[in-house]
């Protein structure tokens, strides 16, 4: 796959239908990739706006969040994105912000926009993919939005993504991917500067992650996950 960013924008209004992506995306995780959501309970008694955040792992992680998550949701998502091949071409027409180089704050202001209609944004902190499998420094834009909206943010981590599909390979390997949701992190009343308040949501939000991460080890997910289609979508794989 291309890793060049081009400035590839939406040319029209037209967004993929969210139930279409999802339903995509559950028929290529499903049966080849044994795909599974864990702490389901945890996004569901949220209420308000949300903010998803979770490590990085490779080209499955948005896949893996459209079915975990069956309430609209929209990603935010760099330009560089859209200079990975074909699906660099079909992003600009997902649900998406997207993060143009020297229009962050425009991004930011919708995202926030969204998150005080109590809708839900998914960010990856790390802002790239991970070379190694292991965590990236989180920034801060995430402890930004919650400032700024209120919304609660719930950790996420995804298991076996960097085996299945890393950045670094072509192709993928049928591999067993999981993604698992934690407690939220509730936005508080800020006592310090905002900068450290910032710096404090990032360290907590890496700590949730690193340990949704590690409750699972890595050698365990290192068998095939083909598996037959055994069921329809329903329940929490989809829902209206």
């Excluded at 291309?2 to 995509?24: H, T, V």
Aim: net charge positive.
């Amino acid at each position: 796959m291309e890793n060049q960013p081009r400035n590839r924008e939406r040319k029209s209004d037209f967004e993929i239908p969210f139930g279409l992506l999802r339903l995509i995306a559950w028929l290529l995780l499903r049966p080849f990739f044994g795909f599974e959501v864990r702490g389901l309970h945890h996004l569901k008694a949220c209420r308000g706006g949300v903010i998803l955040a979770g490590n990085h792992t490779g080209f499955l992680d948005s896949l893996a969040v459209l079915v975990s998550c069956s309430r609209y949701f929209r990603f935010m998502m760099t330009e560089e994105v859209f200079g990975w091949g074909t699906i660099g071409r079909l992003v600009p027409y997902g649900n998406i912000i997207p993060l143009y180089k020297g229009r962050e704050k425009r991004a930011l202001l919708d995202a926030i926009r969204a998150l005080q209609g109590n809708g839900i944004i998914c960010i990856f902190p790390e802002g790239q993919l991970t070379q190694d499998g292991e965590l990236n420094p989180f920034h801060e834009g995430v402890a930004y939005l919650q400032e700024k909206s209120g919304g609660a943010i719930v950790p996420f981590a995804i298991h076996g993504g960097f085996e299945a599909w890393p950045q670094v390979r072509k192709l993928p390997s049928f591999r067993k991917v999981i993604l698992e949701f934690g407690e939220p992190l509730p936005a508080s009343e800020i006592t310090v500067t905002p900068a450290e308040n910032r710096a404090k949501v990032v360290r907590a939000l890496e700590y949730s992650v690193m340990a949704l991460k590690a409750s699972l080890d890595r050698p365990a997910l290192a068998y095939p996950a083909f598996i037959p289609i055994s069921r329809p979508m329903s329940g929490d794989w989809i829902e209206s």
